[in-house]
């Protein structure tokens, strides 16, 4: 569970976060959606410990980032915008090397591998160097990478960039495999048709700020729409947010 309480962070002039507060359970998807440049990416940085907030409260799973950033480590499984692979290393080599720096062992890592291989249908690439991989293979590799150690919150930064129709389909397939296994996931987002079919919770953030915060059904009833892509835009106030 995330509990995030007026969130703040600047660089220079730019105020890139700006009072950002809300909860994400257990055994829910919690979908961060906002146009690019609203403040998703900086948020999951804080929220992981890469970037210190300037003020504002963050437990996750009862641990403050601020305070406790290694153990937070180990109970999170985080999946970055850049995904962040080693070009030179074979998916495998790249998922063995987070089960190392989790203190698993040997065996330990082995089983997790071939587990992870087969769930996320990875037998074709596993022992190829990830360097010319296809945006959903490196997707796949960064998320068994980030589950490796089977951590229970789990925070994704637009996951689904530059997937192709089957490979969309698999990962929200995955998404859901996580919620009903009683994980906390956090995905952030500018893509409605993904906050439509996957979140339970969504938290619409704006020029750094909540705008909106709740179930699909409450945000449609307080816009008082009968979409999420004319609730989403109502919410905000502003047409640049519309979203593909």
Known sequence: ???????YKSFG?????????????????TGLLGPNGAGKTTTLRMLYSLLPPDSGEIL????????????????????????????RLSARENIEYYGRLHGMSSPQINERVDELTDTLDMGDFIDRRTEGFSQGQRVKVA??????HRPQTVLMDEPSNGLDVMSTRALRE????????GHSVVLSTHIMQEV??????IVIIAKGEVAADGTAAELLE???????????????GSEEGLLA
């Open 174 to 181: 995955y998404v859901r495999s996580l919620r009903s296994a």
């Open 13 to 29: 002039e730019v105020k890139a976060v700006r009072g950002v507060s809300f909860e994400a359970q257990d055994g829910q998807i």
């Open 143 to 148: 998320i068994a990478r980030a589950m490796i």
């Open 222 to 236: 307080r816009a008082g729409c009968d979409s999420l892509e004319d609730a989403f835009v109502k919410l905000i």
């Open 196 to 201: 439509a079919a996957l979140c339970d919770r």
């Open 1 to 7: 569970m995330i509990v995030v309480k007026n969130l």
């Open 60 to 87: 996750i799973d009862g641990l403050d980032p601020s305070r406790d950033a290694m153990e937070i480590k180990r109970t999170l499984g985080v999946v970055p915008d850049s995904r962040g692979l080693y070009t």
